[in-house]
Nanobody
Framework: VQLVESGGGLVQPGGSLRLSCATS????????MSWYRKAPGKERDLVAN????????HYAHSVKDRFTISRDNIENTVFLQMNALKPEDTAVYFC???????????????WGKGTQVTVSS
């Protein structure tokens, strides 16, 4: 199983970034996909998640109406579009997967290694 994040970087306040998480080694279409973030000195927190067919999404209150999670079940990739970025969004962003198997059991979680997002002027 591999989850590889990309798209992080340095951006000014008010700017945008689009994170991608390319996956392999599991049935992506059966996975609930999530983005988490960990800021220095803080716990790793859920940012957003999206159900298997994108029917349902959930966002942390702090990012609602600024971030959008989406998925491509052909390319086995999940995205996080981040707009109106604030300095407090600075963190390492991690991709996360849990897979609902045909046997009715969940497997995972699986984690990527993270990508750094820094919001600073």
């Amino acid at each position: 199983v591999q989850l590889v994040e990309s798209g992080g970087g340095l951006v000014q306040p008010g700017g945008s970034l689009r994170l991608s998480c390319a996956t392999s080694g599991f049935m992506f279409s059966r996975a609930t996909m999530s983005w988490y973030r960990k800021a220095p000195g803080k716990e790793r927190d859920l940012v957003a998640n999206i159900t298997r067919f994108g029917v349902s999404t959930h966002y942390a209150h702090s990012v609602k109406d600024r971030f959008t999670i989406s998925r491509d079940n052909i390319e086995n990739t999940v995205f996080l579009q981040m707009n109106a970025l604030k300095p407090e969004d600075t963190a390492v962003y991690f991709c996360h997967a849990r897979v609902f198997g045909r046997d009715g059991l969940w497997t995972g979680p699986y984690w990527g290694k993270g990508t750094q997002v820094t919001v600073s002027s």
